[in-house]
T-cell receptor, first 113, second 110 residues
Framework: DTGVSQDPRHKITKRGQNVTFRCDPI?????LYWYRQTLGQGPEFLTY????????KSRLLSDRFSAERPKGSFSTLEIQRTEQGDSAMYLC???????????FGEGSRLTVL | GEDVEQSLFLSVREGDSSVINCTYT??????LYWYKQEPGAGLQLLTY?????DMKQDQRLTVLLNKKDKHLSLRIADTQTGDSAIYFC??????????FGTGTRLTVIP
């Protein structure tokens, strides 16, 4: 296993369209996290899963955002009715429970025109 | 609430040591992290330290933690041009997510 992979790496969309990002965590990592990073800032926590259960959501995660991890493996992050303010890098990370190491993917960059 | 602060820029000459500093506010932090991010790339975990440790060394990297002052530092020995990147400090509290600083852009001058 080569690490956390994310798809697509880049997405350009028009305002109002829906987009979906996929994250495949490191095998056997039971925790999966989504973060958002805007230019010049550090990543901000959005949500995390332990297995298939979504255990925490940030206030940043508006009603237009939904994340799923149906089988406890890969996860999707969907943004409905995209706005220009949604333009950012969406980062996925995974870890084992009760370890310190979070490993990040390369990110999915969203540009909303 | 959590707040993690870093200086924005650091320039060093190749071969010198770099020291990147970070302060945090949450005394319940369990782990503290250093990540490296190169342009257009994701975050690479460099090292992390458990909150009951004072120091951790890993090859060219030395992490120092002063829990009383809530101060974390990363020292890179013999800095190379390939070390040029943005370095993020992050803290993990009892909750299961990380809070990041705004990053320090390290420029290594040949």
């Amino acid at each position: 296993d080569t690490g956390v992979s994310q798809d697509p790496r880049h997405k350009i969309t028009k305002r109002g369209q829906n987009v979906t990002f996929r994250c495949d965590p490191i095998s056997e990592h039971n925790r999966l996290y989504w973060y958002r990073q805007t230019l010049g800032q550090g990543p901000e926590f959005l949500t995390y899963f332990q297995n298939e259960a979504q255990l925490e959501k940030s206030r940043l995660l508006s009603d237009r955002f939904s994340a799923e991890r149906p089988k406890g493996s890969f996860s999707t992050l969907e943004i409905q009715r995209t706005e220009q303010g949604d333009s950012a890098m969406y980062l996925c990370a995974s870890s084992l429970v009760n370890t310190g190491e979070l490993f990040f993917g390369e990110g999915s960059r969203l540009t909303v025109l | 609430g959590e707040d993690v602060e870093q200086s924005l820029f650091l320039s060093v000459r190749e071969g010198d040591s770099s020291v990147i500093n970070c302060t945090y506010t949450d005394s319940s932090s369990t782990y503290l992290y250093w990540y490296k991010q190169e342009p257009g790339a994701g975050l690479q975990l460099l090292t992390y330290i458990f909150s009951n440790m004072d120091m951790k060394q890993d090859q060219r990297l030395t992490v120092l933690l002063n829990k009383k002052d809530k101060h974390l530092s990363l020292r890179i020995a013999d800095t190379q041009t390939g070390d040029s990147a943005i370095y993020f400090c992050a803290e993990r509290t009892g909750a299961n997510n990380l809070f990041f600083g705004t990053g320090t852009r390290l420029t290594v001058i040949p």
